[in-house]
């Protein structure tokens, strides 16, 4: 199994609108080969931002780099960069391979 995080730092006082932007789009997701599971979670609000990530959980680390090559891909980030005065700087990616 593989997990695929982004890190995102959102400007204070933007907490919600950036909760109703993932609500909201559509992630194309649900038939793509080896998705299992996707979260959004909240963290720490530090002086400057709220952290947030994006957890998505993959059967392997071959399905999770297939879905970035594909077509759906593309359409769920479709659009992405409209929000960016929500963000402080760009997400940071994480992926894992499942051990245990």
Same mark, same amino acid.
Request: glycine fraction near 8%; aromatic fraction near 14%.
């Given at each position: 199994?593989? +997990?695929?995080?982004?890190?995102?730092?959102?400007?204070?006082? /933007?907490? #919600? &609108?950036? &909760?109703?932007?993932? $609500?909201? /789009? &559509?992630?194309?997701?649900?038939?793509?080969?080896?998705?299992? %599971?996707?979260?959004?979670?909240?963290? #720490?609000?530090?002086?400057?931002?709220?952290?947030?990530? !994006?957890? !998505?959980?993959?059967? !392997? %680390?071959?399905?999770? +780099?297939?879905?970035?090559? !594909?077509? *759906?891909? /593309?359409? *769920?980030? $479709?659009?992405?960069?409209?929000?960016?005065?929500?963000?402080?700087?760009?997400?940071?990616?994480?992926?894992? &391979?499942?051990?245990?």
């Amino acid at each position: 199994m593989y +997990i695929a995080m982004n890190r995102f730092k959102i400007v204070l006082g /933007r907490e #919600n &609108e950036f &909760e109703i932007i993932w $609500k909201n /789009r &559509e992630t194309h997701l649900d038939d793509v080969v080896g998705f299992k %599971k996707f979260h959004l979670a909240k963290g #720490n609000t530090e002086e400057t931002h709220t952290l947030y990530i !994006s957890h !998505s959980t993959w059967g !392997s %680390k071959t399905d999770f +780099i297939n879905w970035t090559k !594909s077509p *759906a891909f /593309r359409l *769920a980030h $479709k659009g992405a960069g409209g929000h960016s005065d929500v963000y402080i700087g760009h997400p940071v990616f994480e992926g894992f &391979e499942v051990v245990i």
